[in-house]
């Protein structure tokens, strides 16, 4: 039997132990190592050997250090035929689109059940791309409006960043902290967040933020 190692990329303790637990449930599915930020993900795999000591990696889109999608980029340059399945707690809408274009194998929301985990690392470490309906869903509406994206979408992956972070509630100074950027770096992103969202405030940011999370019809 082959048996597919993996390493897990979250910066939450009982998430990556949730996650080892479901895991351990496949005899197929070994979890080798752990890593709590962006940069332990990339000394990790690079220490394991990638695919000679690895199969998967299952890696969360909100990490300290480099965020998910840094470290998907990064790990598609120097390990380009090593897997990632992307975790996240933001529904298929806000990020399944952009993690596929960027190389990712598949995208799983953190509440998904524990058969359709297993289901995505057996599928993705075959080879396979794993979407789910909603997923489908989103790259379908992508691919029918073509290079005239919208919402979040249209926005750069640095101008993405800052959207996450004002979204939640982080001040120009905080994010600037958080991602390493100066202030006034953090402000000019914001404004060209607003000019491609048609938004004029946070306020409304939040409000267009909270729409766009929603599935399509609701």
């Given at each position: 039997?082959?048996?597919?190692?993996?390493?897990?990329?979250?910066?939450?303790?009982?998430?990556?132990?949730?996650?080892?637990?479901?895991?351990?449930?496949?005899?197929?599915?070994?979890?080798?190592?752990?890593?709590?930020?962006?940069?332990?993900?990339?000394?990790?795999?690079?220490?394991?050997?990638?695919?000679s000591g690895l199969?998967?990696?299952?890696l969360d889109v909100?990490?300290?250090?480099?965020?998910?999608l840094e470290v998907?980029?990064?790990?598609?340059?120097?390990?380009?035929?090593?897997?990632?399945?992307?975790?996240?707690?933001?529904?298929?809408?806000?990020?399944?689109?952009?993690?596929?274009?960027?190389?990712?194998?598949?995208?799983?929301?953190?509440?998904?059940?524990?058969?359709?985990?297993?289901?995505?690392?057996?599928?993705?470490?075959?080879?396979?791309?794993?979407?789910?309906?909603?997923?489908?869903?989103?790259?379908?509406?992508?691919?029918?409006?073509?290079?005239?994206?919208?919402?979040?979408?249209?926005?750069?992956?640095?101008?993405?960043?800052?959207?996450?972070?004002?979204?939640?509630?982080?001040?120009?100074?905080?994010?600037?902290?958080?991602?390493?950027?100066?202030?006034?770096?953090?402000?000019?992103?914001?404004?060209?967040?607003?000019?491609?969202?048609?938004?004029?405030?946070?306020?409304?940011?939040?409000?267009?933020?909270?729409?766009?999370?929603?599935?399509?019809?609701?």
């Amino acid at each position: 039997m082959t048996v597919t190692r993996v390493l897990i990329g979250d910066d939450h303790r009982i998430v990556r132990e949730g996650i080892k637990q479901v895991l351990a449930d496949a005899d197929d599915v070994q979890v080798v190592a752990e890593a709590p930020s962006g940069p332990e993900v990339l000394e990790v795999v690079q220490a394991l050997g990638a695919r000679s000591g690895l199969e998967l990696v299952l890696l969360d889109v909100a990490l300290p250090g480099l965020d998910g999608l840094e470290v998907l980029q990064c790990l598609r340059q120097s390990h380009p035929d090593l897997p990632v399945l992307m975790l996240s707690t933001y529904p298929e809408r806000q990020y399944a689109v952009r993690c596929i274009r960027m190389g990712a194998a598949g995208y799983l929301n953190k509440s998904a059940d524990p058969d359709d985990m297993v289901a995505a690392v057996r599928k993705v470490a075959a080879g396979g791309l794993y979407v789910t309906p909603a997923t489908a869903e989103a790259l379908a509406a992508a691919v029918g409006r073509g290079d005239a994206r919208r919402g979040p979408e249209a926005l750069s992956h640095r101008e993405h960043q800052v959207y996450r972070l004002l979204t939640q509630g982080l001040t120009v100074t905080e994010i600037g902290a958080q991602l390493g950027l100066a202030a006034n770096t953090v402000s000019t992103y914001r404004a060209r967040i607003l000019e491609k969202t048609g938004t004029k405030n946070d306020v409304e940011l939040a409000l267009y933020a909270e729409r766009h999370a929603r599935p399509a019809g609701l």
